[in-house]
């Protein structure tokens, strides 16, 4: 399958005969990466449930603990957005748990929505906007960011108190490796090879005409 | 010049001068407050940073000098030689600038880092009179600066470079 694929940083148009699983595709002038082929849906579908369950599990897990003169205490997910909620801490509240929480499970419901609606051949205006609304919110995605926090939390108070690793942060690098996965294998320009040209035309007009043409 | 370009590198411009406006409180306000039987203190980001390399922990001053202090810099820097790039139509610069853009999208959400840590620190430590751990009020323009450093970079089009031919 022919393809013409727009340099998304220098604008340069790529025409790429034949799309190869194991190739990345570079542009010449800027040498970024134009296109790279994700892996086949079924694979996408899978890893994005599992990585769902993990998100559901680890929510209520405890991340670390800690004892200071005897006395425990740990913290959740839920628990620590619950308590800058209660503490009055509205505004850091609502950045923690939009990146941290909100985003990677909105994408990943994105994910298996469009992979699922994509094999069951249905493709209309309305995925192609669910596709525009995973690649605008996958910036703003930091759960990354909040694992390297924990372990900087951990040696910032390893000196005044006894501190645990929670159940809760194993299942979190679970859960953020298999979601770094599926993020990998998905890629939301490959719908395009499930419409013929019309279809894209049709459903999809802008994520046409931005540059991936198949034919 | 087309509109959406000439909107683009306002927003640009926007978004760059709002992330240096919330730097000022976001490094002269403490960043967290904590308290340990009666003695309560207050640190900045940077007194955090010292208060750290003294103690000895050179591994945590170092994550949070680069994450709160080098990034936020490199990024309002890398994005206004960006827009410099694009004003002066330096030709020789244009291809060299979508590596430094490349670079400024993958660092920007990093800097968050600080503000997650003083999140978890506070709903951890909360043993009252014997310790406790609050954040300041320096963390909302801290995670005002990095917004508005990732929305600068995701209004910047690179593509711009070649528009005004």
């Known amino acids: 399958m022919r393809v013409i694929k727009q340099c998304e940083y220098c604008g340069t148009k790529i025409e790429i005969d034949e799309i190869k699983l194991d190739t990345h595709y570079i542009c010449p002038v800027c040498h970024s990466l134009v296109y790279r082929k994700g892996q086949p849906f079924q694979y996408v579908f899978f890893i994005s449930l599992t990585s769902l369950i993990l998100f559901f599990w680890m929510l209520n897990m405890p991340l670390i603990s800690i004892k200071i003169m005897g006395i425990e205490r740990s913290t959740t997910f839920i628990s620590g957005l619950g308590h800058l909620i209660e503490s009055g801490r509205y505004l850091t509240a609502f950045i923690l748990g939009l990146s941290v929480i909100v985003i990677p499970y909105t994408m990943l419901i994105l994910t298996i929505t469009i992979v699922f609606a994509v094999r069951l051949g249905i493709i209309t205006p309305f995925v192609f906007k669910l596709l525009y609304l995973y690649e605008n919110i996958s910036m703003w995605n930091m759960a990354e960011v909040y694992l390297v926090g924990i372990f900087i939390a951990i040696i910032k108070l390893k000196s005044i108190a006894e501190i645990s690793i929670g159940y809760g942060t194993i299942v979190f690098i679970l859960f953020l490796s298999t979601f770094y996965v599926s993020v990998q294998w998905f890629n939301p320009e490959d719908v395009m090879f499930f419409c013929g040209k019309d279809q894209c035309l049709h459903a999809g007009e802008l994520y046409y005409n931005r540059g991936l043409e198949s034919g | ?165």
């Open chain 2, 1 to 165: 010049m087309d509109r959406s370009v000439k909107f683009s590198v306002f927003k640009t411009w926007a978004y760059s001068l709002a992330a240096v406006f919330f730097m000022l409180p976001a490094y002269m306000l403490p960043m967290m407050t904590t308290g340990s039987l009666g003695k309560v203190e207050s640190n900045t980001i940077f007194s955090g940073i010292v208060y750290f390399f003294i103690h000895g922990d050179y591994f945590v001053a170092l994550v949070i000098f680069v994450a709160s202090i080098l990034i936020p810099i490199v990024k309002i820097v890398g994005i206004v030689f960006l827009l410099l790039v694009y004003h002066l139509d330096v030709e020789e610069l244009k291809l060299k600038s979508i590596y430094l853009y490349q670079i400024l999208k993958f660092i920007g959400k990093w800097s968050m880092l600080d503000v997650f840590v003083v999140a978890l620190m506070s709903s951890l430590v909360q043993y009252g009179f014997i310790a406790f751990a609050k954040p300041g009020p320096a963390v909302i323009p801290f995670a005002l600066v990095v917004i508005c450093t990732i929305l600068a970079t995701k209004s910047f089009d690179t593509k711009m470079y070649w528009s005004k031919r």
